[in-house]
């Protein structure tokens, strides 16, 4: 049930772009990304909900297809401080998450 | 979001001993998490902390390793037990906000030698 992330690392200079993909083989209530720097907790970015709404508080964008049961977060004019590892999250039942591989992160000026 | 807590934050530990951590929160809140990050993996879920009863295992992990405590709605601890260099990782608490939406705590890094 752990849903499945790609690609496992992407390096990009500053101001690129990119897009890690989330994928589940059951249907979805909602995905979660999370964001974690080296030796740091994992950090709330996004929480996408089935129907279409998007919710989060940075500048980072992500869209969530019901049908194809996937999600994609979208880093767009990439910052340094976007380095990290990405994971996304798909809901269990009572609330909990599965958390995929993850996706590293490394922007360089 | 809530501020959680943990302790201890690290601790190098012997084969056969066992280690408490606990997680304190600044609220009260009803769903805590403990999961395990073994180095460079992913977050997995090992139990939920029920207060008031007893914990719900996720499949890989039994009581007798991980026993599990919650008192009350604001604190929670897990214990490692008869560690072995395997049980070497992050253990993390979350509490569980919006929509399910987790909040981790900072961690405690556990090296078994």
């Known amino acids: 049930q752990q849903p499945v992330q790609s690609p496992q690392a992407v390096i990009l200079r500053e101001g690129e772009d990119a897009v890690i993909n989330c994928s589940s083989s059951?249907?979805?209530?909602?995905v979660h990304w999370y964001r974690q720097k080296h030796g740091e907790a994992p950090v709330f970015l996004m929480i996408?909900?089935?129907?279409?709404e998007q919710k989060g508080h940075e500048k980072i964008s992500a869209s969530f297809n019901e049908k194809k049961q996937q999600s994609s977060l979208y880093l767009t004019a990439s910052q340094l401080s976007y380095s990290g590892t990405y994971f996304c999250g798909t809901d269990l039942v009572d609330y909990k998450l599965s958390f995929g591989a993850g996706t590293t992160v490394t922007v360089r000026a | 979001s809530a501020v959680i807590s943990q302790k201890p934050s690290r601790d190098i530990c012997q084969r056969g001993t066992s280690l408490t951590i606990q997680c304190q929160v600044d609220?009260?809140?009803?769903?805590m998490f403990w999961y395990r990050q073994q180095p460079g993996q992913s977050l997995t879920l090992i139990a939920t902390?029920?207060?008031?009863?007893?914990?719900?295992?996720e499949s890989g992990f039994v009581i007798d390793k991980f026993p599990i405590s919650r008192p009350n709605l604001t604190f929670s601890t897990l214990t490692v037990s008869n560690m072995s260099p395997e049980d070497s990782s992050i253990y993390l608490c979350s509490v569980s906000g919006f929509e399910g939406t987790q909040y981790f705590g900072p961690g405690t890094r556990l090296l078994v030698l």
């Open positions: 996408l909900l089935k129907g279409g």
């Open positions: 902390a029920n207060q008031g009863s007893e914990a719900t295992y």
């Open positions: 609220s009260q809140v009803t769903m």
């Open positions: 059951k249907a979805l209530y909602s």
